[in-house]
């Protein structure tokens, strides 16, 4: 296929697809699927190896949030029945945290629910922040706190933080149906925020919400402006007891193309799957791994993945490798960029790698544009299962 041929020529030098290429990825056939996946997964050898980076999230903060992003099970007003606490103690979220890195993870990522920190919350996730990193050797720590202020991003950073998270989620021009008490500006905002304070910048999207295949390559050529080391691709889990419950438009081989494009379009940056990889690639899981470099070990922010015995026997099943906490993630010519951290960040926004950092506001169920791909009728709550152990319970972590 032409297309295809360009675009791991594209990708192999590094040099942006057009939008017509990109759209051209979504809009490939269920028989071309294989076809896709083994091109990008060229791009993906050729910047990242066989290699599979582990993240581990550590809910700091669950629930109880003002704020009204209408994808988020912590929103306020959702009557999802997920884990409610306010913040974990620096040794509780370290304790969680050592589960993580038992299991493999190099990376934790820290995330609160809100709008964003006070500076009293940034003085106790510094805290965390020195704990964890004094406790956990080498460890990599993302933060994710919402929308920073000035001055935060920079004290974050000096207590040891290597990576901030804040995802795009949407376009701009379908944000204002997601999330109405901030807008797609306030993000960018804190986004470059966190590059300024010598932070690697994470940020990614949420597929799955009833936007347009326009709007997910919006999306992801925004991001590619902003140059984030990282970008988590959450696909959407629909809560029930959230504006977005009945939204189910993916298949796994959907998924498969959105994250295709993201390769693609962001051809050495961390691609990490984020939140939904279990509910919506299901048994194709394996074949993401040879477009994405990372992903989240065990369980998500309010909802549970699966096993982290699993994820490990899954990478190794496919012919991957997990990444070592001596290897460096990016190429040397990202890495040498990106200050301290030199790897792909963390995700909130979602429920993998990120969700949070939004905005408040009820907004009334979105009238969904046009599905990039139509596809599953009906709710599948038996997808779904409400995380219930881990951080802020008295269950070990699944990791
Ligand atoms: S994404 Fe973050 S800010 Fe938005 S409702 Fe969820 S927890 Fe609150």
Redesign the pocket.
Known sequence: MDLLNTLVDKGLRRELPSREEALAVLATSDDEILDVVAAAGKVRRQWFGRRVKLNYLVNLKS?L?????S??????G?TAGILKYTWLKPDEASKAAAAGVAGGAKRVCLV????GPTDRDVTRVSETIETIKEQNEGIEVCACL?LLSDGQAERLRTAGADAYNHNLNTSEGTYGKI?TTHTFEDRVETVHQAQAAGLSACSGLIAGMGESAEDLVDVVFSLRELDPDSVPVNFLIPFEGTPLAKEWHLTPQHCLRILAMVRFVCPDVEVRIAGGREVHLRSLQPLALHLANSIFLGDYLTSEGQAGKADLDMIADAGFEVEGADTTTLPEHRADAAGSCGTGSCG???EGG???????AVSAPQEAAEPAVAVESGARTDLVTVRRRGAGTDLAPNA
């Open positions: 629930g949030c003002p704020e009204d992003c994808y988020c099970s912590q929103r306020l959702s609160a629910s809100g709008r919402g999330t909130s926004g979602g990120g969700v949070c950092g939004s905005a408040p």
